[in-house]
């Protein structure tokens, strides 16, 4: 067979898919060759077998102790990728991935101590870790904390509770919102929840997996408490809904040749100004980690939130990652 794009050399074909939740599915996929893959990690999967359209996904599953290689994939009401996975794809299909990339991995930042912090379908790199960190490194003290929105929401409550029976080393606390649930604490994640579940959070590696905004919070609260820079190690979610808001203003972006104009709202990022105006652009994990969303930037005014794949060279030649460039004025691609 022929890979669809150079970037998704690997067919797998799906054996089985179960619900987690109401809007979460587990593809359960067979690798007839070894692949070879860390906890934590995540692989773009070809969509619809398409060269162009790419999207990253967390490999759920845990090298050495899953039967399959398996991506559990949050549908998204406007996602065209998981969409196609959830809805459309069957067992006996074929997809096609990359090799797995990223670098939010236990086995990239060992420790003895960890605090796990994940939100919604932020928990998928977190399962992954902790069923491989509690039987290859069973010495491992790890504190996690879930957000969901309700009990009914939780991806993998059965494994979790197995695991934590079978594993004492390994605690996990579920936090809601708004919530009366049984097993469930109300309110939000703050610096004095954090040092209770963690008191020693400064001498744990914390990794955390979630949202933009769950994101932006969790980093603030853990420099709040004086966690190093060093220890701190994020994955962050991003989706369509949590685009920053247009706001009643608006700047011109002018690409190439031949010279083409586009108004776009101030604040929006780069990759969501060229996907409105339906411009090529290569996007998969959308969260400044891949790199295949690089674009050249002549001239103009804009912020990034990473750079994570660039060279100094290639940020000083004015190099960015378009799904993590905010413009903020006028703006020149290449």
Known sequence: MT????????PMQVH???QETADVWTLNLINPDVYLYQPGQFALVSIRNSEDTLRAYTLSSSPGLSRFISLSIRRLPEGSGSNWLTQEVKPGDVLWLSDAQGDFSCVQ??????LMLAAGCGVTPI???CRWLVTNRPQCDIRVIYNVRTLADVIFA?????????HPQLQLTLIA???????LLNGRISAPFLQQVAPDITERVVMACGSELYMQQI???CAQLGVPASRFHKEQFHTSAEQSDASNESLTLRIGQPLREFRVPVGSTLLAALEAHKLPVLAACRAGVCGS???LIVAGHYTTSSTMTLTPAEIEQGYVLACSCQLQGDATLA
């Open 3 to 10: 890979p669809p794009s150079p970037l998704c050399p690997n």
């Open 16 to 18: 089985s898919i179960q």
């Open 109 to 114: 930042h060992p420790s003895d101590r960890y």
């Open 127 to 129: 399962m992954s870790m």
């Open 158 to 166: 059965d494994e979790w509770q197995d695991l934590c029976t079978a």
């Open 177 to 183: 919102k708004q919530s009366t649930q049984s097993g």
């Open 219 to 221: 980093e603030q609260l």
């Open 293 to 295: 969303c690089k674009t």
